[in-house]
């Protein structure tokens, strides 16, 4: 299995932290703030497109709105494949620092 | 401001929505809409529609790299490779280019010229259901129909619903201290309501329900009433009659045929307008939705002879539709054919340049085998290679668009004062025009690239990849050699054709008319002058400048009515009718015309009043064999012939002389000119001294004078007009050729460096290397030359044929044409060529 980008490793973690609320805004909000520079949705989605051909998300319709000109709130949640694929990145993050203290904490 | 708006640019929308292909709910349109929204309300519009297009931008790339697939992979080759060849060879890529955006440029100024053409009068609404009455008289056509027949016509025809005359007038008008001459016309209260010309103020129903009303356009009342209401405010015209504005109309649209500053009633006209039935007033008539044109015009063909009872006179009604007012004229050419002409032309012009373009991708294919034996081998299809090199054509022929666009933009004001119109190129907003422009791009495109594309794409690849390039002398070289021959008999014949009618141009203006029209002022006269005018004459006669005076009732370009006459001894069944010219004492001398038998009018007998003179023709139809002293009368004016008058070119060369009579009765209404022949020296001090005079004796009069040649060049306007234009392209056609020329003898410089080289080397002179390598040019240029000749002197024949006076075509005229080809062709092959042969045999030997 191939190794999770780093973006998609913040989308697919920013999916879990909004729980019921992750769409294609919240989503984009918070990756956005995280990073402090500018994504688009343009590589949202194409990193979202990505996930959901390999399978690590689903996606559902939502409710519509008039500010959405008419279209649905698309929401995504995890799949188990995804958890376990962003596992595996986490735990790699984690090997990386381990042994270096220094980077501990602070 | 109002309140921010919330939604996002429906382009942008429209845009995203295509990616819907890819992802099929739409999340980003919606998400980019929904934050658009926020946005809007925390940094302002202006900054949230900055963010919704960099998104839909920044969306539309990466999507569209997602989806590359083999095919679009190709189509970027195909584009990088164009564009790399474009960039390796400069020099024929801008002759391409440009040559191409030079033709395209052309041809869209000129159809953009036959758009204006085409689209005259047709802003009305009845459009198509209008018609005008033409009179036929002796073979010639009128646009003039009596004053009674409207009338008549519609009482009798259940066809026509409406019917309105329409005469025109040309007023000196006057509120308080503002005295303007206006051009208008006299119409009937239908007038309106037939035509779509719309009411600013006003309605079309009442604007002429008094007799006295007066409708003007805004441009008019601009001038009288500034920016006050005009409605109400009364007018003194010409004739001293008090008349009240009653309406305001938009200004009549350039495109129309008929042309006016204001209109009034036709009941001013008063008892004569109804009952008379002398040729003043062209007749619209709005016919019935259903009715069969032909049949009614059948059933109209006798209408004047059944009911003008004065003669017997042979007079075909006929009925002509609007939509051909504009482009047929009534006798003699129709206008029409020179939008035939300047299609033609514009068309050759492209050609020309689609010609430039075939000969250097075909000449130049060598410098393209290689690639094609490449992608041959690694499989492309014959029909790859034909697309990639028509994409090719259609991409350059787009780039020549922009480049045509930004030249259009360039020289369309100058266009529009050549053709004297008001042409606008308007992309944007015109489906017509956008069609015509890609329209343009596939011609082009596919004009310039289908044979290259289908010579290349035949190539050989063992062929081609064994030898590293073509067998010379393949490639098109036969055709190459036919398409610069047409290009040139194209170039050539338009060349004959600008001197032809430059020539015939010349020949009309300085051909004796028998009439001296230089240095004659024409002072337009109110009733105040006209009233003063003897007293007026004697004195400025007294002017050491000023050599002789008259008057007359119209300009001898437009010098009378058309009226029956009768003389001793005509046969009563014989009717004929003569142009009948009013004019005062002294006219012929004024205008240097010479009476060739017999006498002028002169005030020592006292009935000259009553007399006649002819000119030539008038006395030929009599065939009188002693005309002088024999009795003569127009309608029952009965009197004697006194003089015969030279025959003299009053309307344009166009037509032929007709017979024309002049008598002092003033039976159509007073004399409305003055005509002042003045010498030479200090013109604008005789002017002056003219204005002052005038103003003395009438100072309610405006003065305003014209020169008599001025008055007759006028005639040729619109011919003028067309040979500047003709020139104009006619350059441009040489210009394209020789660019391609150019093109062509860089090559073969390029391609015989070696043989150029080694014949320096041998001892060739310059002289010797340019002879043979022009050579091969020089026989084209001939050969284009015997086969433009007889072509050009075929076609040049048939327009020449239009005037009834017309100019030789002389051999000179296809020497001094053909030689002027074969220079400017020659200086255009030299330039690269004395460069190649200047250059050292070492450096051109060693290359490669």
New interface residues.
């Given amino acids: 299995m191939k190794e999770l980008t780093l973006l998609e490793q913040m989308i697919l973690a920013a999916i879990i932290a909004l729980k019921e609320g992750a ?3 919240s989503i ?1 909000k918070r990756v956005e703030k995280l990073t402090g520079k500018r994504l ?4 949202l ?2 990193a979202l ?1 990505q996930l959901l051909r390999k399978g690590y998300v689903t ?1 559902t ?1 939502g409710t519509t ?1 008039s ?3 008419g ?4 929401y995504y949640a995890l799949t188990s494949v995804g958890m376990s694929a962003l596992r595996v990145s986490y735990n790699l993050h984690c090997a990386i620092w381990e042994s270096i203290p220094e980077f501990h904490g602070n | 401001m109002g309140r921010p708006k ?3 640019p429906k382009l942008g ?1 429209k845009l995203l929505s295509f990616l819907a292909h ?2 099929s ?11 658009y ?1 926020e946005r809007v309300q925390e940094d302002g519009r202006h900054r949230a529609l900055l963010w919704y297009w ?2 839909v931008v ?6 569209s790299k ?1 989806s590359t697939s083999i095919g679009a992979a190709m189509l970027k080759n195909y584009i990088k490779i164009t564009w790399r060849n474009i960039r390796n060879n400069k020099i024929y890529s801008f002759i391409n280019i440009m040559g191409l955006a030079v033709g395209m440029a052309c041809c869209i100024l000129i159809l953009l010229w036959i758009q204006d053409e085409l689209s005259f009068d047709k802003f009305h609404e009845n459009y198509s259901a209008l018609y005008r009455t033409i009179p036929e008289l002796q073979d010639t056509k009128f646009s003039s129909n009596p004053l009674a027949l409207a009338a008549v016509f519609k009482e009798q025809y259940p066809e026509v619903r409406q019917i309105t005359r329409f005469c025109f007038r040309y007023w000196l008008m006057k509120y308080g201290d503002k005295i303007y001459n206006e051009s208008g016309a006299l119409v009937d209260d239908d007038f309106l309501k037939m035509f779509t010309f719309p009411l600013i103020k006003g309605t079309p129903e009442t604007v002429f329900a008094s007799r006295e009303s007066i409708v003007l356009t805004e441009r008019a009342a601009a001038k009288y009433f500034g920016n006050q209401d005009p409605i109400g405010k009364s007018l003194l015209s010409n004739n001293d009659i008090e008349l009240i504005v009653t309406g305001v109309l938009k200004d009549v649209p350039k495109n129309s045929h008929l042309q006016f500053d204001f209109l009034a009633s036709m009941r001013l006209m008063g008892g004569r307008g109804d009952t008379s039935w002398s040729y003043e007033a062209r007749t619209y008539a709005l016919l019935e939705k259903n009715v069969s044109i032909r049949d009614f015009a059948d059933k109209i063909s006798g209408f004047i002879m059944e009911h003008d009872k004065r003669t017997n006179q042979k007079v075909v009604l006929h009925i002509q539709p609007l939509s051909k007012v504009h482009l047929y004229s009534l006798n003699g050419t129709d206008p029409i054919l020179y939008v035939y002409i300047f299609l033609t032309i514009a068309i050759a012009v492209l050609i020309i340049a689609c010609i430039n373009f075939i000969n250097l991708t075909t000449a130049r294919s060598n410098t393209r085998a290689k690639e094609i034996g490449m992608r041959k081998v690694v499989g492309a299809e014959r029909a790859d290679i034909i697309r990639q090199f028509i994409g090719e054509s259609i991409l350059l022929s787009a780039m020549a668009l922009l480049v045509a666009l930004g030249l259009v933009y360039l020289f369309l004001p100058a266009f529009n004062n050549l053709a004297e119109k008001q042409l606008t190129l308007n992309i944007a907003g015109n489906v017509s025009t956008l069609l015509l422009l890609s329209g343009i791009i596939l011609f082009t495109g596919l004009a310039s690239g289908s044979y290259p594309a289908f010579m290349l794409s035949s190539f050989r690849p063992t062929n081609i990849l064994k030898r590293g390039k073509l067998q010379s002398g393949s490639g098109g070289f036969v055709l190459r050699k036919i398409l610069v021959v047409s290009q040139f008999t194209a170039t050539i014949v338009l060349i004959i054709g600008t001197i032809v009618m430059y020539k015939q141009l010349n020949y009309i203006r300085n051909k004796d008319i028998g009439l001296d029209r230089d240095h004659v002022v024409a002072i337009s006269m109110n009733r105040e002058l006209r009233e003063a005018y003897r007293s007026f004459k004697n004195e400025i006669k007294q002017h050491p400048n000023v050599i002789n005076v008259t008057a007359a009732r119209r300009l001898p370009t437009n010098i009378g009515h058309i009226n029956p006459v009768y003389w001793e001894g005509k046969g009563p069944e014989d009717y004929v009718t003569m142009t009948d010219a009013s004019i005062d004492y002294d006219y012929f001398e004024t205008l240097g015309m010479q009476i060739i038998q017999g006498r002028s009018f002169s005030e020592e007998y006292a009935t000259d009043p009553e007399n006649y003179v002819l000119n030539e023709e008038a006395a030929k139809i009599t065939g009188l064999e002693s005309p002088i002293g024999k009795m003569f009368s127009c309608w029952e004016d009965e009197g004697i012939i006194i003089g015969i008058v030279k025959n003299f070119h009053a309307i344009s060369l166009h037509n032929e002389i007709g017979p024309v009579i002049f008598t002092l009765s003033q039976r159509h209404g007073s004399h409305s000119y003055i005509f002042v022949k003045i010498r030479p020296n200090d013109i604008s001090g005789t002017i002056a001294y003219l204005d002052k005079k005038a103003a003395e004796f009438a100072p309610n009069n405006l003065f305003e004078y014209s020169f008599l040649d001025d008055e007759f060049n006028r005639q040729y306007g619109n011919d003028q007009r067309r040979g500047e234009i003709y020139k104009s392209f006619t350059f441009l056609a040489i210009f394209i050729s020789c660019l391609g020329l150019f093109g062509m003898a860089s090559f073969t410089a390029e391609q015989r460096t070696k043989e150029i080289g080694i014949r320096k080397v041998l001892g060739a002179s310059m002289t010797n290397i340019i002879a043979l390598i022009s050579k091969d040019f020089l026989v084209l240029l001939f050969i284009s030359n015997v086969i433009a000749w007889p072509l050009a002197y075929y076609f040049m024949d048939k327009l020449l044929n239009n005037y009834a006076y017309r100019t030789s075509i002389t051999a000179w005229v296809f020497i001094v044409s053909g030689m002027m080809a074969i220079l400017v062709a020659l200086l255009a092959i030299c330039i690269k060529i004395v460069k190649a042969a200047h250059a050292n045999p070492v450096d051109s030997l060693r290359y490669e």
């Fill in positions: 769409y294609g805004v984009r688009m949705y343009g590589t989605y194409n497109d996606k319709k709105s500010a959405r000109g279209r649905p709130r698309i | 919330l939604h996002p929308q890819y992802e709910e739409y999340s980003v349109s919606g998400d980019c809409g929904e934050e929204r960099g998104q920044y969306a539309l790339a990466a999507y997602l």
